[in-house]
């Protein structure tokens, strides 16, 4: 049998409960053996620890690793892990992790290609200055020298694309390519009952528009207070959140971070899912719910259009307007031809358009021209 060739998936941190989509994608390729390289662990998704190399182990000198990675590239431990796995093809997440990686990219007969998510691409060099992280800093200091190095930058939606332009990525040089879920582990329970629950499945990020649901539920409980909103997810917004559910919501429960067993349960369970963000890059949730059959209200802004498509766009509200979501939610729980005629399209869409298993295939295909061309 012969050996599967070797690339590097590097991430800053490894990896966060939110980032499943990228241990999924790296789950399912098929002629390499992926390595994950980056700065520490975090509390999260587990990986086969022979595949993962990191600066800091959480100790003392890792943290004087990691600082003199950051503040000066100098990582002389991870130049040498990458040397020992001799990779074909180095694939980072996120625009800020590729400039972060970039020093360590000595090997110019390697490929190097960048997946931008969202963030990074979507907000302003002006935002990204006033943030704490250094990464972000980094990212500004070190963007034209990506913009060179890199051989490819994949945008996970057209949305990401044009943020790319906007910031002077050559056009040549991106690739649209949805990830996909696993639509084997995602699909409809036809035995489980639905409850009359609105699902909120997301990090709890003041972006992320759960204040607005909030809101919409307040008003929706005042006509059936029987019908529940659920919360699954954590993050530094979460203590707003809750204060705000305090003051006017009664039928709502905070769940924390689940593993993703119990947010399939609960989307087999629900009537309705509805994370109402103000920006994102391609949703995970979204394509999960599609896949479930499970009917979205949600906020108007680009990306979701494109995941959803226009014969679900109906189910969108305008941004911010807590009233119009509420309205958007309560069509779907008081026209049960409606819930299921959507619960059909977005499983159809699903299926078409985010098998993970077709589209990791695809990106396979993509590493392998990339690995041709530098072999000239």
Known sequence: MTALESIIIYRDLILPPSETFIRNQAGTLRKFTPYFIGSRRVP?????????????????LGLIREAMYKLFGFAPYLEKKINEINPRLVHVHMGKDATLYLPLHKNKRIPLIVTFHGTDAYTSDEWKRKQKRITFKIYLRRRARLIHTADLFI??????????????????????????????QFK?????????????VSRLEEFKGCQYL???????????PDIRLVVIGDGPYRQTLE????????????LGTQPHDVVKEWMNKATVLSVPSLWEGLPTFVQEAMAMGLPMALFD?????????????DCLAKPKNSHE??????????NNDLWQRLSVIGRKRALELFDLKKQTKILEDTYKEQIKKHKK
């Not at 409809?188 to 909120?200: A, K």
């Open 44 to 60: 999260g998704l587990e990986l086969p620890n022979n595949q993962v190399f990191l600066l800091n182990n959480g100790t003392a």
């Open 155 to 184: 945008a996970v939606s057209n949305s990401v694309k044009q943020g790319l332009l906007a910031q002077g990525y050559p056009e040549g040089k991106i690739l649209v390519h949805y990830i996909g879920i696993d639509l084997d």
């Open 188 to 200: 409809p329970d036809q035995t489980i009952q639905r409850e009359p629950v609105v699902l909120f």
């Open 214 to 224: 909030i809101e919409a539920m307040a008003e929706i409980q005042k006509l059936r």
């Open 243 to 254: 204060k705000q559910t305090q003051i006017s919501l009664k039928n709502i429960e905070f």
């Open 301 to 313: 802004v680009a990306p979701v259009r494109e995941a959803l498509g226009e014969d679900l766009a």
């Open 325 to 334: 979501l509420a309205e958007k939610i309560m069509r779907l729980f008081d």
